[in-house]
């Protein structure tokens, strides 16, 4: 599976979350099946793993064990599922990063490295919106909220306006090139990364499916139960400290009438774990992430 993907604070990860050897839990994006692979490891026979994915690429290469089940759904949905089977969770692992299996498939369209791949970034293949839908029809306006609010990147305004005017836009390389006056020389690179993490963003509803699955995860927990998140950038970030901070990812305190924050998760970890030396250096893509981890408040 490591061909496929590397997990990232793999041991960490699975260290910090795994209380229960016969426990349930779930791996809510399931990817190369790294963490679940681990997960299974630490449980016994009665241990039982329930793993999400919106990649049918993904969900093909897992594992045949008793104690996996695979679920082709988007990780917004945890609770549905737990609601309808009944269980609740010992523990739940998100790691949001894209796989490296989807930045390193030409055709899927995520990686800039590929200057004639198609415009499609879509993690779940039977999704209707495209990247390409969204550079050749979205509003001008739109577009530089897109490219401010999730690449955070700078003069979104002009840039929307060169999409706009370069259209149409069939492929990863017109994309870039109706954009190249605003890379900067010998920086293009870490510009493109804001631009396709923008665009990937708003294609896969990223944000907005974080959101209702923290929610989610929440009340799917047993008390006591522990939330692992890797997190790769400081939005996602952001939205999963405040969650655990306040239970809400905006991060507004909502006290009950003691003065005490109204929070269904507690923080375990007060400051995230972040890579070793020696992890990033075997995979860089591990450079940005963030592990956090909270545990379901009792009372």
């Known amino acids: 599976m490591s061909e496929y993907h590397i997990p990232v604070l793999l041991a960490e990860s699975i260290s910090a979350l795994v209380t229960n050897p016969d426990g349930t839990y779930a791996d809510a994006t399931f990817g190369g099946g790294g963490h679940t692979a681990a997960l299974l490891s630490r449980l016994n026979d009665g241990g039982r793993v329930i793993a999400f994915d919106r990649d049918i690429d993904a969900i093909a290469r897992a594992p045949k064990d008793a104690r996996l089940t695979l679920i082709h759904n988007n990780f917004r949905f945890i609770e549905n599922f737990a609601r309808q089977e009944g269980v609740q969770f010992d523990g739940i692992l998100a790691d949001l990063g894209v796989s490296s299996h989807q930045f390193d498939t030409a055709e899927r369209g995520f990686s800039f490295r590929f200057e004639e791949a198609p415009l499609d970034m879509r993690m779940n293949r039977e999704a209707t919106l495209t990247a390409k839908e969204v550079v050749n029809t979205y509003p001008e306006a739109h577009l530089e909220r897109i490219l401010r609010l999730y690449g955070e990147v700078d003069g979104a305004r002009q840039m929307a306006r060169l999409i706009v005017e370069a259209r149409p836009l069939e492929t990863t390389g017109d994309l870039d090139r109706a954009i190249g006056r605003m890379l900067p020389k010998g920086a293009e690179h870490k510009v493109l990364a804001k631009v396709y993490q923008a665009l990937r963003i ?98």
């Open 202 to 299: 708003e294609v896969n509803q990223e944000m907005r499916s974080l959101e209702k699955f923290l929610d989610g995860a929440a009340r799917s927990l047993k008390p006591g139960g522990r939330l692992a998140v890797i997190t790769y950038h400081s939005l996602e970030d952001r939205m999963v400290k405040n969650y655990i901070k306040t239970g809400n990812v905006e991060g507004l305190e909502q006290k009950d009438i003691y003065g005490n924050v109204s929070a269904p998760l507690e923080a375990v970890n007060r400051k995230p774990v972040v890579p070793e030396e020696s992890e990033i250096a075997g995979n860089t893509r591990a450079r940005s992430a963030k592990l956090r981890v909270a545990e379901r408040r009792t009372v």
